[in-house]
């Protein structure tokens, strides 16, 4: 089975996302005449390269998103290390996962670019690895850097459900969703800021895309999605956030 989760706190909850397409490569698929040129002399390879302690042997996996979940490419792992090479036209979100206790589990994610990335960490902390990479990740992980307070605020929010939940404390298990929904509330005020000060940014997409996936209201998606510059909105999460749009559109009541 698998297990999905991400540095934003568990995926399960807002599900699955990520990436856009790179300016260079728009600005060459614009022109007809340098379309071909471009794109052969466009270096497109990238390398994930990394150590997991206490995974000394087997494999790693990475989900590419646009994939839409049809299967994950693997990477051997020999005395914790492991390299993969792939190629992506402009920024790919990936998934990396390992197995733990027979499962396959997504808990953390990056973008892949053409550069190399790096990640190290621990197997049983796969959610707080070190990633860095080209300039897209940096810019993710200096986003997720700035929710880090939030997400220690949800994470203790979070044992003081399970203790409610144990101890079937009805006023405390409506205290705790209360303080739930206001940390999704802050936290969709950080993703639509950023967007704003940031429309031409991959992580802007990506990030409004994973906030607004499920059930969005229309008029405010509208508005986030027109903080989008062309180029993002003709990206891979651009076109996510589209979709999502008209469906919200089709469903608003009124």
Do not use: W
């Not at 036209?89 to 892949?112: M, S, T, V």
Request: glycine letters at 8%; charged letters at 25%; aromatic letters at 12%.
């Amino acid at each position: 089975s698998l297990i999905f989760g991400s540095t934003s706190t568990i995926v399960m909850r807002t599900t699955l996302s990520i990436l856009a397409a790179g300016l260079a490569l728009l600005s060459a698929c614009n022109n007809p005449d340098t379309k071909g040129n471009a794109r052969a002399s466009m270096d497109t390879s990238f390398t994930i390269q990394g150590h997991i302690t206490g995974v000394d042997s087997g494999y790693v996996y990475f989900l590419d998103y646009e994939s839409d979940g049809h299967g994950a490419d693997s990477a051997k792992v020999e005395n914790g290390a492991f390299a993969f090479k792939g190629k992506a036209e402009y920024p790919h979100y990936y998934y990396f996962g390992i197995r733990k206790d027979g499962q396959l589990e997504f808990r953390n994610g990056l973008f892949a670019e053409n550069t190399t990335v790096r990640i190290t960490g621990h197997k049983d902390s796969t959610d707080k690895l070190s990633i860095t990479g080209g300039p897209v990740q940096t810019e993710y992980a200096a986003f997720l850097l700035g929710k880090k307070k939030l997400q220690a605020e949800e994470e203790q929010a979070s044992k003081l459900y399970e203790q409610f939940q144990a101890s079937n404390d009805k006023k405390g298990l409506d205290s705790v969703m209360k303080l739930f929904q206001a940390f999704e509330a802050k936290e969709k005020e950080m993703v639509k800021s950023y967007a704003k000060a940031n429309p031409s940014s991959p992580v802007s997409a990506f990030e409004l895309y994973q906030t607004f996936i499920m059930n969005p209201e229309y008029k405010e998606l509208d508005s986030c999605f027109n903080f989008l510059s062309e180029d993002m909105r003709k990206s891979f999460f651009g076109k996510k956030l589209a979709e999502t749009l008209a469906t919200a559109k089709n469903t608003a009541i009124g």
